[in-house]
């Protein structure tokens, strides 16, 4: 019923950019918040970033001032903008939502397939 799509993950080297996008569709009735996770090889998930309806937003301390998180409402759409790349960066970055179906009046997280994102030193 509801599908998570990211895109704009690729190859950079260190120091470039990159802007992840991740589109939320099917019978969705309210979005409560929308995050980043990333996995590295061996390591486990971790937060990167969030961003929930009220406007706040959290960042892990790694990504602090290099990354920006947004999303437009209207388009039910989450943007990691990433600047300053470096190799640390590199992982499986994963779009996940907080949101609720038409017809529930339960919140959910729902994930996204996950997009490669590798920084070349």
């Known amino acids: 019923q509801v599908q998570l799509v990211e895109s704009g993950g690729g190859l950079v080297q260190s120091g470039g950019s990159l802007r992840l996008s991740c589109v939320a569709s099917g019978n969705i009735f309210s979005i409560d918040s929308m995050a980043w996770y990333r996995q590295a090889p061996g390591k486990q998930r971790e937060l990167v970033a969030k961003f929930s309806s009220g406007g706040t937003s959290v960042y892990a301390d790694s990504v602090k001032g290099r990354f920006t998180v947004s999303g437009d409402d209207a388009k039910n759409t989450a943007y990691l903008q990433m600047n300053d790349l470096k190799t640390e960066d590199t992982a499986v970055y994963y779009c996940?939502?907080?949101?609720?179906?038409?017809?529930?009046?339960?919140?959910?997280?729902?994930w996204g397939q996950g997009t490669q994102v590798t920084v070349s030193s």
């Open positions: 996940s939502a907080r949101l609720r179906i038409w017809g529930t009046t339960t919140w959910d997280d729902y």
